[in-house]
């Protein structure tokens, strides 16, 4: 059975933070997909750092 992927499972937060590195002002956009049960966390379909895209040690903040 294949399930089309439905909008509304999926969000995106974004959070204005500091970067880990140099303490400068970021922007990391996340889009979520809603867990199937709430004793779950949320799944990161996407991380965005607007300074570091490649960036893992800010990434690791939202696992």
Known sequence: MHREPNEA???????????LTDASDVVHTVTY???TCTRVDDII??????????????QQNYL
Request: glycine share 0%; hydrophobic share 15%; with cysteine.
């Open 45 to 58: 379909l996407n991380f965005h750092c607007n300074r570091d895209s490649k960036c893992v040690k800010c």
């Open 33 to 35: 997909k809603k867990a």
């Open 9 to 19: 499972e999926e969000y995106t937060k974004t959070y204005h933070t500091k970067c």
